[in-house]
């Protein structure tokens, strides 16, 4: 149950004073897609190109987060909008302290992803759809987590047994299917440069 004691304490410091120190706007780019359809290897390479042109950045990676904010949780559906909630809360704590967030997560939901959406202004939240087949992405399945979905011994496995729902309208959408890892890199790198989020 929610407190009732609590006040909201206004910064002196605000996220406009930081993104003028940084020399760049701060937002939060949510990369989504299935298992295996390249959201972490892209959001890193966004990350590394973001560093090279002297970006304030972090990414929340899934994997990682469950190994700490989110370490209670399993693989049904409350607990994943519990993950996404919680993600969603501390990406818009970090855009508020300057950063350029990157979040690399299946969040299979709609609903839920919109929830993350609705915790940052208008225009600061980029949902990039990393598209690619259910098969290209069992293809490059290193951890054989959608083999052991198929037979079975993993439950609630995003695109066997549990839903994947695809973003109706994305700020942008990677074909990482056919496009190079260079190539999708690029059309994040002009989108956000086309957004004067950077220059």
């Not at 989504?32 to 990676?61: I, M, N, P, Q, W």
């Not at 293809?139 to 609630?156: C, M």
């Amino acid at each position: 149950m929610k407190t009732l004691n609590i006040v909201y304490h206004n910064a002196t410091v605000t996220r406009e004073m930081r993104n003028h120190l940084n020399g760049h706007k701060s937002a939060v780019i949510w990369f989504t897609g299935l298992s295996g359809s390249g959201k972490s290897t892209l959001a890193h390479s966004v990350e590394e190109e973001l560093y090279k042109l002297g970006c304030r950045t972090f990414v929340l990676d899934g994997d990682n987060v469950r190994h700490g904010l989110s370490s209670n949780l399993t693989f049904c559906d409350d607990d994943r909008k519990e993950n996404i909630r919680r993600i969603g809360e501390a990406a818009s704590l970090m855009m508020e302290a300057g950063v350029v967030v990157i979040t690399a997560f299946i969040s299979p939901f709609k609903k839920d992803r919109n929830l993350a959406r609705q915790l940052v202004p208008k225009g600061d939240f980029i949902e990039i759809f990393c598209k690619s087949s259910l098969e290209t992405c069992e293809s490059r399945d290193l951890k054989g987590l959608y083999k052991r979905a198929r037979a079975g011994e993993i439950k609630n496995y995003t695109g066997i047994d549990s839903p994947y729902e695809e973003p109706n309208n994305p700020e942008l959408v990677v074909n990482t299917e056919s496009e190079s890892l260079e190539e999708s890199v690029d059309k994040v790198i002009d989108f956000l440069k086309s957004k004067e989020i950077i220059n």
